[in-house]
């Protein structure tokens, strides 16, 4: 049945790219630039010394790398923007590129984490207003940016996993690597634990599923392959060798399960709460 529900929203997924993108021009020929909007949140770690550090948001090429750089240009939006400038963030230049054979640029843009306090957000909206090609749209796009502490959860762990998909206690490694550079979010190589290999004979989840571990607490946020939400329900363990905590999806296969992790590398887990 799970391997229909792919099927059907990898169709759904086609509809909604070219639904999404009605403003890039339906042909294929020509070169174009536009800002990535397929990940709008970044977090950055608090230091505490009040030093700027690179925006990370690409303008990527919408065409083969080039022999020769592409210039863009760009400006915030500030009605759609509550950071203030020099403050929370400052602008480098107002223009970027693309260096010859590259397929993405940044915008020189730097945030300033220390600025920004650990429970809060403020966000950012960026518009492209030239560039050497044609633009690929003229969407505006907003940026939510948080800070976090320090957080070393990487590596390799044993599991044991009570679940509600097998009778069995499921044991075995899963792997837990930083998330696109970002400090405090993470990946585990199968939010599962082994139960989708166990009870449907299925690769792990994929998606957007991603572990938070900001200033100590500990979340569960995204959707998988399916189109079900996961989420963190309780921690019930941390500050030793075992980090055990409750998960949770909204499938209507009722999947939960409890999950003990223990590092490979003998370190005790942090305090974590939820």
């Known amino acids: 049945m799970k391997n229909i529900c792919l099927m059907f929203l990898g169709f759904v997924g086609m509809a909604l790219f070219v639904s999404c993108n009605d403003e890039i ?3 294929l020929t020509g070169q174009y630039v536009g800002i990535d909007a397929g990940n709008t949140n970044f977090i950055y770690l608090r230091k505490g010394d009040m030093q700027p550090v690179d ?3 690409k303008v990527n090429l919408i065409a083969v790398p080039q022999t020769s750089p592409i210039s863009y240009t760009f400006e915030i939006v500030d009605s759609l923007t509550d950071a203030i400038e020099n403050i929370h963030y400052s ?3 107002n223009s970027g590129s693309i260096a010859p054979g ?3 640029g940044l915008l020189p843009i730097q945030i300033i984490p220390d ?3 650990q429970d809060e957000s403020v966000e950012l909206t960026v518009v492209l207003t030239s560039a050497d090609v044609d633009l690929a749209n003229t969407k505006p796009v907003t940026y939510r940016i948080s800070v976090t502490c320090e957080s070393d959860l990487a590596g390799t762990m044993n599991y044991s996993h009570e679940n509600s998909l097998t ?3 499921l044991t075995g490694t899963v792997e837990l690597t930083v998330f696109d550079n970002m400090p405090g979010v993470y990946k585990f190589d199968d939010f599962s634990f082994g139960a989708w290999g166990a009870a449907y004979g ?3 989840p994929t998606g957007t599923i ?3 571990h900001l200033c100590g607490v500990a979340s569960i946020e995204g959707i998988d392959n399916y189109g079900d939400s996961w989420s963190l329900t309780e921690v019930l363990e941390a500050d030793g060798p075992n980090f055990t905590f409750s998960w949770a999806n909204d499938s209507s296969y009722n999947e939960f399960g409890t999950v003990t992790l223990t590092r490979q590398d003998g370190k005790d887990w942090p305090p974590i709460i939820k």
Request: no cysteine; net charge negative.
């Open 25 to 27: 021009p339906r042909t």
């Open 55 to 57: 925006f990370t948001a």
């Open 91 to 93: 602008i480098v230049s």
């Open 102 to 104: 590259d397929a993405s």
């Open 115 to 117: 600025n920004i306090e």
């Open 167 to 169: 009778s069995d206690v």
């Open 202 to 204: 299925i690769d792990p």
């Open 210 to 212: 991603t572990f938070f």
